[in-house]
């Protein structure tokens, strides 16, 4: 039987990419699925583009420091749980499933106050507010980490990953090493503080770049929109090295990859995962609640990353992680190697499916 169901999920590729990979492995099911998310946002962007209906609703985060924004907030919200209640009858969706961020809260109140059954993601240790706060309204909560549901005390937390795009990891198809100049054969430093970049990791990787080349090192390094044009001139071109602002290829080039110096986000970590790719992890300090920080810990304690926060980060250090993992590189690649693969997009539609007819 054809069911309706809505995800929801925004703000960050790390709310949107596992909606939409829920998304898509619902309507393999054939079923039909819509998705809420803020108007004039990133997640209408890509989900417009994925041919998935879009609900639009206009709502904003609760920001940590005093603003007049705040004044805006509970009208918004108000609005939006409105809007998200005329999109339940409209749809006559069965289930809700929330993978985070502020947009989750509006459509999650709407699913309890209809008496809709609502399931929860949080790919990080450390859950969002959002999910603090109505985690226990849930007929479940989808988490990453098995410290995530001592968090969590009373809710049905269901312990299944974090769900990717399908094909995440290939050298078969798309980019490769040598259509940017460079050799498959030497190892390969991928460096990413995400699409927006970051100006810690780019600091020290500047410092380090002439270190790292002479010593045999391949580097793709993705230096974010806002830094490219200036880092491009100081660095300028150097052989071995592959600068970029942003990228659609990041799979490929984490499948080449012999290691990579990266943020902790849920979505980044499960990209080294499935690409059995052993990273050094610089936690963005100003992360909500530092969750990028728990993650980076538990990543840690899995011996498939290594931890360096960003308050200590700088070319020495960071040439003295690369040192230091190479030295148990083995180490880190068996403990990757031995991870149970992700079929976390399957246990999760598989779940839901379970509970809905």
């Not at 479940?140 to 990891?169: E, H, M, W």
């Not at 530092?290 to 290594?306: R, S, T, W």
């Not at 990757?336 to 693969?341: A, H, K, N, T, V």
Request: hydrophobic share 40%; charged share 20%.
């Amino acid at each position: 039987m054809r069911v309706n169901y809505i995800v929801a999920g925004g703000g960050t590729g790390g709310h949107i990419v596992p909606a939409l990979a829920i998304a898509h492995r619902l309507r393999m099911a054939e079923h039909k699925v819509s998705y809420i998310g803020n108007k004039d946002s990133l997640e209408e962007r890509i989900v417009r583009n994925e041919r998935i209906p879009f609900l639009a609703i206009n709502v904003q985060k609760l920001y940590r420091k005093l603003t007049l924004a705040h004044l805006k907030f509970p009208v918004l919200l108000i609005s939006s749980i409105f809007k998200c209640l005329s999109y339940l009858k409209q749809t006559n969706a069965r289930a809700i499933i929330c993978t985070g961020g502020y947009i989750s809260g509006p459509i999650a109140i709407a699913a309890i106050l209809k008496r809709i059954d609502l399931y929860i993601w949080d790919g990080n240790s450390f859950p969002g507010l959002t999910t603090r706060l109505i985690a226990r309204r849930a007929r479940a909560v989808f988490t990453a980490y098995d410290a995530t549901a001592q968090r969590l005390p009373g809710a049905n937390c269901q312990n299944l990953g974090i769900p990717v795009k399908d094909n995440i990891s290939t050298t078969e198809t798309g980019w490769k090493p040598e259509l940017v100049g460079l050799s498959a054969t030497k190892k390969i430093i991928l460096i990413t503080g995400g699409s927006q970049g970051s100006l810690a990791i780019n600091r020290a990787v500047e410092s380090s770049i002439d270190h790292l080349l002479k010593n045999g090192y391949t580097i793709l390094w993705q230096t974010g929109k806002t830094s490219y044009k200036e880092i491009k001139t100081r660095v300028g071109d150097k052989a071995g090295l592959y600068l970029f602002d942003f990228t659609d290829n990041m799979p490929q080039m984490m499948a080449y990859s012999h290691l990579a110096i990266t943020r902790a986000g849920a979505m980044t970590i499960a990209e080294l995962e499935t690409n059995n790719l052993p990273a050094i992890l610089v936690p963005l300090p100003t992360a909500a609640e530092n969750h990028q920080h728990y993650n980076a810990v538990e990543q840690e304690k899995k011996g498939v990353a290594m931890l360096l926060d960003q308050s200590k980060l700088n070319a020495e250090n960071l040439i003295k992680c690369i040192t230091d993992l190479e030295k148990h590189y083995q180490s880190y690649k068996t403990a990757l190697e031995s991870l149970p693969p992700n079929n976390a997009t399957d246990a999760i539609v598989n779940y839901v499916l379970s509970k809905s007819h």
